[in-house]
């Protein structure tokens, strides 16, 4: 009865994971993820570039409101970005780690920031990932499923996974609006900007285009993306995005915290423990 007793309770263990829908899952994560009014966390990113794989590993952290991030990039000699919005909306201090050795002023916009990546620093917040799975569940279409697939181990960790798959994901034609770029469509339909730069090869830039140009857009930031989430923490530990051809980008988010007591310099170009 002993031996019993035990293995009766890891059934009731178990059973009450595979009780729990997607849309619970994903729920209660989106909550502590709308809940956090700051974050930080260890990124190893996988971004696919000119059909080739980008890797880069960086450390994180990001205040919410007013925003503010810092990034510590490991790959090119140890770059730094720092983004202060309370300091100065249109730039970010940039501490290269290597030749010309001096602090750069630069938009995240820019070509030099936006270069072989993406996203810009204002998609840090884990939030915007979020928003974009929330706005497609949103729309209840019956082509779009959230499935819960299980419980998997990664590095030792329990996770959820679930998968969010847009079967009517597609291209349409769109005709550009006055005062709008690529940055701002994107951000109007949840879908990612560097795709649809990807989608028009004539386009040479996120603001290269005009009231009345006709371009293609997806109805969907992605085909599928897969998310592994905390059992406990519910906090996302992978996050990964699929296109029609295969990974897009994955995203493993190593020792998430969120609402931390940063200090008063955390996010200041004068703060010691940085190098600018």
């Known amino acids: 009865m002993k031996k019993i007793l035990p293995l009766l309770l890891l059934l009731v263990y178990l059973n009450s994971f595979s009780q729990q829908s997607a849309f619970d899952i994903f729920a209660k994560s989106y909550a502590k993820i709308n809940s956090a009014k700051n974050m930080e966390y260890q990124n190893f990113a996988k971004e696919k570039i000119d059909n080739k794989y980008i890797i880069d590993n960086s450390l994180v ?6 925003y503010k991030v810092y990034l510590f990039q490991h790959k090119e000699g140890g ?4 983004y202060n919005s309370s300091v ?6 940039i501490n290269p780690g290597e030749f010309p050795y001096i602090n750069l002023n630069l938009s995240p916009y820019g070509t030099i920031m936006r270069n072989k990546a993406h996203h810009t620093i ?21 082509n779009n499923k959230l499935i819960y697939h299980g419980l998997v181990k990664i590095d030792n960790n329990t996770l959820y996974k ?5 079967k009517d994901c597609k291209k349409y034609k769109y005709t550009v609006k006055a005062n709008e770029d690529l940055v701002s469509i994107a951000k109007e339909y949840k879908i990612g900007d560097y795709k649809i730069l990807e989608l028009n090869p004539s386009i040479s830039f996120y603001d290269d285009v005009k009231a009345g140009d006709i371009i293609l857009i997806p109805n969907y930031y992605s085909k599928s993306i897969i998310m592994y989430i905390d059992i406990k923490t519910y906090l996302p530990y992978v996050i990964k995005v699929f296109d029609e051809y295969g990974l897009y980008e994955s995203f493993k988010l190593k020792d998430l915290k969120i609402n931390i007591n940063f200090s008063k310099d955390e996010f200041l170009e004068s703060n010691p423990k940085y190098g600018f």
């Open 162 to 166: 679930i998968e969010l798959i847009n």
């Open 122 to 142: 204002f998609d840090a917040d884990l939030k915007y990932t979020y928003d974009v799975v929330n706005n497609t569940i949103q729309k209840k279409s019956p």
């Open 79 to 82: 770059s730094e970005i720092l």
């Open 61 to 66: 952290r990001v205040v919410r409101s007013p």
């Open 88 to 93: 100065n909306k249109e730039k970010a201090i």
